[in-house]
């Protein structure tokens, strides 16, 4: 399996927030379970609400991603971004606007130009802006990783299926980036063997559920998974070595030097 060290799915993060179905904020009644917090999405006032960002503002900045992150409705993606415009949470309503309008630049290019992605101000306001809404609204499981030279600390071994909330923080001397896999059903392979195959022949067992990117010592960005039962790989496929988008290692990926973390998740 191989793949390029600067990915889409880690530079969108738009609003960096889901895959599949987005779940409602709700209530945080969470325990703690090898470093995730459970909550649950059942009504009431929300702890997003109490904290000034509505329950539809939430829903919106997780929906943009979960387009993003899959075959983009471009309709859909164009009503969410008009919520997340309209009631923007007014802490971090300016670095909110520079994310929906690269949003709306790839939208407005038929999904072909990203480049809106990659500008430095686009990931200095991810910066400020994912972490904000990971503190304020509830996506379900939580955990925080940290990225490091080379590995990630922090990612449960475990955790129950459905969304899994995770701030990303880099605190390595390289770029990072968490690529989350699914084993498809039927692979007998583990994820080493499928790292060792073609990728075409991987990614024909594995289902590519999401990720994140944090490109320097600081840098934070969420990502919110929408997990089935089964097992997982958190993978970094940047190679050894690079310094930034236009400055790629030449060593091998980052996943040869230990950075790949497996996780299972139940029912």
């Known amino acids: 399996m191989r793949r390029s060290g600067r990915r889409a799915v880690a530079a969108l993060a738009v609003a960096a927030m889901a895959l599949g179905a987005l779940a409602a904020c709700g209530d945080d009644d969470g325990d703690e379970d090898a470093g995730a917090t459970t ?35 471009p309709e859909q993606v164009a009503a969410d971004l008009d919520v997340l415009e309209a009631e923007p949470p007014e802490e971090v309503a300016e670095s909110l606007t520079v994310m929906t309008d690269a949003a709306r630049a790839v939208l407005e290019s038929g999904g072909e130009d990203f480049s809106s992605f990659e500008a430095p101000e686009f990931g200095e306001a991810q910066g400020e802006v994912d972490p904000y809404f990971f503190a304020s609204c509830d996506y379900g499981t939580e955990a925080e990783v940290t990225t490091v030279d ?16 995770v701030l990303l923080t880099n605190e390595g001397s390289e770029p990072h980036e968490m690529v989350v896999v699914r084993k498809a059903d039927g692979a007998t392979e583990s994820f080493d063997e499928l790292l060792a195959l073609p990728e ?13 990117f944090v490109p320097a010592e ?38 040869t030097e230990g950075m790949k973390t497996e996780f299972t998740v139940t029912e």
Do not use: W
Not at 153 to 165: D, I, K, N, Q, T
Not at 200 to 212: H, L, P
Not at 228 to 252: H, K, L, N, R
């Open 39 to 73: 909550t649950s999405a059942a009504g009431e006032t929300t702890e997003a609400a109490e904290e000034g960002v509505s329950e539809e503002v939430c829903t919106a900045y997780g929906d943009v991603s979960a387009a993003f992150n899959g075959e983009p409705d």
């Open 150 to 165: 080379y590995g990630f600390e922090g990612l449960p071994s475990e955790v129950e299926a459905g969304r899994l909330a």
């Open 200 to 212: 075409e022949e991987a990614m024909a067992k594995v289902e590519e559920v999401g990720g994140g």
């Open 218 to 255: 600081g840098a934070q960005s969420l990502a919110l998974l929408d997990t089935t039962p089964g097992e997982y790989a958190a993978i970094c496929f940047i190679p050894v070595g690079t310094t930034g988008p236009d400055a790629p290692g030449e060593g091998p990926p980052h996943f």
